[in-house]
C-alpha cells in the first residue's frame, strides 16, 4: 500500500506543478478578448484547455517555457483532460464520459459604484410601487363593494 500511495502523490505533485506553471505563463493574456462576465458562455470553448491524445497548445507552450518535454507532460497529465476556465467557474473533466468536477464556483460581485445611495433609492422605488399597487388594490375594493 506505501507503494499506491507514494505513486498517487508524486502524480497529483506533478498535476500540480504542471498547473502552477500554466498560472505562470498567464493564460490571462491569453484569455484578455475572451472574457465576457456579463455572458459567462460566451467564449468557453476558446477559454477551454483540452488535452485528447494531443497536447493544448496553451499547456504545452507553458510547459516547453520552464523546460518539460512532450514525453514529460503527457506522462503526468491524463491522456483526456478537459478545463474549462470561466467567468465565475472552474471545471474539469478526465475522459470523454467522466464526471464534471467543479474546481471553483462564485457568483457575480455587485458594480462596485453601487453605493448605498443607489440602494436607498432602489428601496424608495421599492416602496412606492408597492404603495401604488396597494391603491390600486383598494380602489377595485371599493369599486366591486358599490
Request: glycine residues 4%; proline residues 5%; aromatic residues 10%.
Amino acid at each position: 500500500m506505501k507503494t499506491e500511495v507514494s505513486v498517487a502523490a508524486s502524480f497529483i505533485r506533478r498535476l500540480l506543478s504542471i498547473f502552477k506553471l500554466l498560472y505562470a505563463f498567464s493564460p490571462s493574456e491569453h484569455y484578455q478578448h475572451h472574457w465576457f462576465p456579463q455572458a459567462p458562455c460566451r467564449g468557453s470553448g476558446y477559454r477551454c484547455l483540452r488535452i485528447n491524445h494531443k497536447m493544448d497548445p496553451l499547456i504545452g507552450k507553458a510547459a516547453s517555457a520552464v523546460g518539460f518535454t512532450q514525453e514529460q507532460l503527457f506522462s503526468s497529465l491524463p491522456l483526456e483532460l478537459t478545463l474549462w476556465v470561466d467567468p465565475y467557474e472552474v471545471s474539469y473533466r478526465i475522459g470523454e464520459d467522466g464526471s464534471i468536477c467543479v474546481l471553483y464556483k462564485s457568483s457575480p460581485l455587485r458594480p462596485k459604484s453601487a453605493t448605498s445611495a443607489d440602494a436607498s433609492a432602489h428601496r424608495k422605488e421599492k416602496l412606492k410601487t408597492r404603495r401604488s399597487n396597494r391603491s390600486k388594490r383598494v380602489d377595485v375594493m371599493e369599486r366591486s363593494l358599490s
